[in-house]
T-cell receptor, first 112, second 112 residues
């Protein structure tokens, strides 16, 4: 298996622009997680899905952030409008049942 | 406190043992995990321990769990330069094994 796939790997954008991050979980996994990693706040869980349904979005920072999972093999995290403080590495992870989570390589986002 | 705590930095010589410590917060955590993050990469699952165990060994890795003190440690035997990375512990908070709360990370520097 290719593991969790994320795209793009790097994104540089200007404040106010819309940013869309993409994730393909490991085939057969039924849980998908979005995390954000920054120097100041460490690794934070933003939202997670089970069988494509959002279960807990209490970590989503504000209404500018939204996440969708239209099918079992694809999820997006969207930031609109983006702000410089959104600059971070965004990770997607997946798991089978309540097993161990496997992480993708991350998307490095820089908002100027 | 609310945070999963780790010491920030550990320096060892190649061939020595490394011990990375973690204090977690939720006594109902079912699983506790150790992840490794190399520069510019995602988090790689190293090992995990079920809460009813007090020790788990996996090749050069030994995990010790003290539930009374909510203390977790990772020992790496015969540390190699390739072990240089940031190590994160994570607890599954609230009994829901999917929701992981990560520690602050320990940077392990292995000197040749």
């Amino acid at each position: 298996d290719a593991g969790v796939i994320q795209s793009p790997r790097h994104e540089v954008t200007e404040m106010g622009q819309e940013v869309t991050l993409r994730c393909k979980p490991i085939s057969g996994h039924d849980y998908l997680f979005w995390y954000r990693q920054t120097m100041m706040r460490g690794l934070e869980l933003l939202i997670y899905f089970n069988n494509n349904v959002p279960i807990d979005d209490s970590g989503m920072p504000e209404d500018r952030f939204s996440a969708k999972m239209p099918n079992a093999s694809f999820s997006t995290l969207k930031i609109q409008p983006s702000e410089p403080r959104d600059s971070a590495v965004y990770f997607c992870a997946s798991s089978l049942g309540q097993g161990s989570q496997y992480f993708g390589p991350g998307t490095r986002l820089l908002v100027l | 406190g609310e945070d999963v705590e780790q010491s920030l930095f550990l320096s060892v010589r190649e061939g020595d043992s490394s011990v990375i410590n973690c204090t977690y917060t939720d006594s109902s955590s079912t699983y506790l995990y150790w992840y490794k993050q190399e520069p510019g990469a995602g988090l790689q699952l190293l090992t995990y321990i079920f809460s009813n165990m007090d020790m788990k060994q996996d090749q050069r890795l030994t995990v010790l769990l003290n539930k009374k003190d909510k203390h977790l440690s990772l020992r790496i035997a015969d540390t190699q330069t390739g072990d240089s990375a940031i190590y994160f512990c994570a607890e599954s908070r609230g009994g829901a094994t999917n929701k992981l709360i990560f520690g602050t990370g320990t940077l392990l520097a292995v000197q040749p």
